[in-house]
């Protein structure tokens, strides 16, 4: 054999003792990568609670008695964009969740207020809405009622001008109100009666002044 052959021999050996050298020289066998997946010991997630339907029909009449002051309060701020022609405090209050007495209340308070040239600052507090009586099913057609209570913390409001100065209030505003409700919830539209869509609509409206929330 020549010194080459022996040479590319060697060197062919010496290759392959480093790649022995490189995979750990031992022959145990590699671990089972999935012995390496840590097991669970949580409880399987469960469904969510189910919502009764008298629960989902509090939540829905809190919900929009939330959605009614907001949009009670949103125009007592910006009274002054309102153009007043004939009927336009009927015409406005027919957009919110209010029929019969209700309606016919809040579309008078609307017309006082504007007459007042005065908008407000800051937006009533929702304190406390509690619904002490419910109705589910009054009638074949799927109409429910309920009363509710609720407590509006007002002693955050200021009041001002069109102009933008501070109120000249003869009377001192109050700091809170209490509202005593009729709701009704209608399963359809009856456009007639001021329900534009299904849902709860607020009756009759009974606001007491400065009892503490």
Same mark, same amino acid.
């Given at each position: 054999?020549?010194?080459?052959?022996?040479?590319?021999?060697? %060197?062919?050996?010496?290759?392959?003792?480093?790649? #022995?050298?490189?995979?750990?020289?031992?022959?145990?066998?590699?671990?089972?990568?999935?012995? %390496? +997946? /840590?097991?669970?010991?949580?409880?399987?997630?469960?469904?969510? /609670?189910?919502? &009764? !339907?008298?629960?989902?029909? *509090?939540?829905?009449?809190?919900? &929009?008695?939330?959605?009614?002051?907001?949009?009670? $309060?949103?125009?007592?701020? =910006?009274?002054? $964009?309102?153009?007043?022609? *004939?009927?336009? =405090?009927?015409?406005?209050?027919?957009?919110? /969740?209010?029929?019969?007495?209700?309606?016919?209340?809040?579309? =008078?308070?609307?017309?006082?207020?504007?007459?007042?040239?005065?908008?407000?600052? @800051?937006?009533?507090?929702?304190?406390?809405?509690?619904?002490?009586?419910?109705?589910?099913?009054?009638? $074949?057609?799927?109409?429910?009622? #309920?009363?509710?209570?609720?407590?509006?913390?007002?002693?955050?409001?200021?009041?001002?001008?069109?102009?933008?100065?501070?109120?000249?209030? /003869?009377?001192?505003?109050?700091?809170?109100?209490?509202?005593?409700?009729?709701?009704?919830?209608?399963?359809?539209?009856?456009? $007639?009666?001021?329900?534009?869509?299904? @849902?709860?609509?607020?009756?009759?409206?009974? +606001? %007491?002044?400065?009892? !503490?929330?």
């Amino acid at each position: 054999m020549t010194r080459r052959v022996r040479s590319v021999l060697a %060197s062919a050996m010496a290759v392959v003792v480093m790649m #022995a050298a490189g995979c750990g020289g031992t022959d145990e066998p590699a671990d089972d990568e999935t012995s %390496s +997946v /840590p097991v669970s010991t949580e409880p399987a997630l469960t469904a969510p /609670p189910t919502v &009764t !339907p008298e629960e989902q029909a *509090e939540a829905e009449i809190l919900a &929009t008695f939330e959605d009614l002051i907001a949009s009670w $309060d949103e125009f007592k701020a =910006n009274a002054s $964009d309102y153009d007043t022609f *004939e009927g336009w =405090n009927v015409a406005l209050v027919e957009q919110w /969740p209010v029929e019969r007495s209700a309606s016919a209340d809040l579309a =008078n308070w609307i017309a006082y207020w504007k007459a007042s040239a005065i908008e407000q600052i @800051g937006y009533a507090d929702v304190a406390r809405h509690d619904v002490t009586s419910l109705r589910m099913d009054v009638s $074949d057609s799927g109409v429910h009622d #309920a009363e509710s209570w609720a407590c509006l913390d007002m002693s955050a409001l200021t009041y001002v001008s069109y102009d933008g100065e501070a109120a000249e209030i /003869p009377v001192a505003p109050a700091l809170h109100q209490t509202w005593d409700m009729v709701w009704v919830y209608s399963p359809v539209a009856e456009p $007639d009666f001021g329900i534009e869509a299904p @849902g709860w609509y607020l009756q009759k409206i009974t +606001v %007491s002044i400065d009892e !503490p929330c």
